[in-house]
């Protein structure tokens, strides 16, 4: 028999796109699949191109909303009681490969509890005319090795991420912190309570058009200041990694250490802040020295 999988989607303004990544999904191979969409406020013609589909299909469901953000619109899909064996988020501007969904299930399927995964991305970047991995194989074993020792300060795309019922049930036992992602809180959850699968192969074309909600890391050094600026003082953003070790403190206490306690508390006062860089600099987190200076300026 084949297993029930709920693809989770959120689009906004996605009319360009959408067609293709909603055919994508729907030539998933030896899977049952059904997909929810929230619509968060599109001014085009997202909705009227997603009813077409409904015409056709009787396993894509439509909800408009009133316009959350991308994340907060992920997690009111989240948080709805829709019955399957396997859950994913989907973004609206991807291509999926037709075994994506298959290939996680496989990795997961043998774990009783709890069961996150999350793959590799194949980029398309459409304005430098760039594609590949984003993340080589011989630093996929680095990258894997943080985000299950370091997971409250780094997570799996949010696009890539598949997991089991088990999981999906522990959602409601915990209450999400208002400035936590949705795939952030997933991940956190699953590393918490169960297991957490990385493949370093992709099963999804993540496309960079210039729009996207979150993108990969740019190559020259002025665009990685200029996004950095942008994303820290002109957003006004920050990572968010004290909220996470905050709700590890208050959820998951037996997962707590020096880092994790020194980064919940860091923004008290500039005594507690050099201690978080002195624990930070104690750790093998490739990207410390960015973190400890966004610990000195009150960013994580």
Known sequence: MKKKVAILMSTYNGEKYIEQQIESILNQEFVDISLFIRDDGSTDNTTNIIEKYIKDYDNIFLEVGKNLGFANSFYALLCQNIDADYYAFSDQDDIWDSNKIIEAIRRIDTYEGPALYGSNLKFYDMSHKLEGLLYKKEVFSIIENQMTEYFFMNNPYGCTLVWNSELNNEIKKYRKPSDIT???????????????????????????????????????????????????????????????????????PRKKNKLINSLANYNQNILNRIKAILELNKSHFTDKKKIMILTLLKKI
Request: hydrophobic share 30%; proline share 1%; net charge positive.
């Open 182 to 252: 949705h795939d952030t809180w997933m991940n956190l959850l699953a590393n918490c309570l169960g297991k957490v699968y990385l493949d370093y192969n992709s099963y999804i074309n993540y496309r960079l058009h210039g729009g996207n909600a979150c993108g990969t890391t740019p190559r020259s050094l002025f665009e990685r200041v200029r996004k950095f600026l942008d994303f820290y003082y002109v957003k006004d953003k920050s990572l968010n990694i004290c909220s996470s070790c905050k709700a590890i403190q208050r959820y998951f």
